[in-house]
């Protein structure tokens, strides 16, 4: 029953979730809660892997969500569920782009999907810092590096992968 699950949450995921791999993360915080396959610690651990390693965010995640809860086989559903939307609405896409990529209201259904997507990561920012507000070294690394993003302007992974190498640091040090 759980591959039933699987693939019928992150296909909901691959479906719903428009703005990239990031735009996941309210989606898995529910499922979180929901079916109890990770927990926010969890979460935490898998966009920082996901965010590392190599291929899109979503699936990242999808894949190691899959693999804690339902092991390899588990892994190739939530993977296949997260991107068949995608697949399916890339050919539909291709089949009638020409004939409406100056269209107004298609315009402005993906014009109101921008600021919707960033609404949605905010939110789940704000829930991560606020979760993280009693841990010294997180909020420390986090206003260093937020006052150097605005400095110096370096691409997000920049800082991504200097975090993710600090927090490994520390957790190693830590533990």
Same mark, same amino acid.
């Given at each position: ?10 296909? *909901? ?84 782009? *020409? *004939? ?52 110096? *302007? ?22």
């Amino acid at each position: 029953m759980i591959f039933v699950h699987l693939f019928y949450e992150f296909f *909901k995921i691959g479906l719903f979730s428009f703005g990239g791999g990031y735009a996941t993360i309210p989606f898995l915080y529910h499922i979180g809660e929901v079916y109890g396959w990770f927990s926010g610690a969890d979460l935490e651990r898998m966009i920082a892997i996901a965010s590392v390693t190599p291929g899109p965010v979503g699936v990242n995640m999808a894949t190691y969500t899959g693999l804690t809860s339902g092991g390899l086989i588990g892994s190739l559903i939530a993977t296949t569920a997260i991107t068949i939307p995608s697949l399916i609405l890339i050919v539909i896409i291709s089949k009638i782009l *020409k *004939k409406f990529r100056e269209n107004f209201y298609v315009k402005a259904i993906i014009y109101g999907l921008k600021p919707a997507s960033c609404a949605l990561l905010a939110s789940v920012a704000l829930e991560m810092i606020i979760s993280k507000a009693n841990d010294l070294y997180a909020m420390v690394i986090f206003v260093i590096f937020l006052v150097m993003s605005f400095m110096t *302007k370096k691409d997000p992974l920049f800082y991504l992968d200097i975090t993710g190498l600090i927090g490994l640091i520390i957790f190693l040090v830590k533990s």
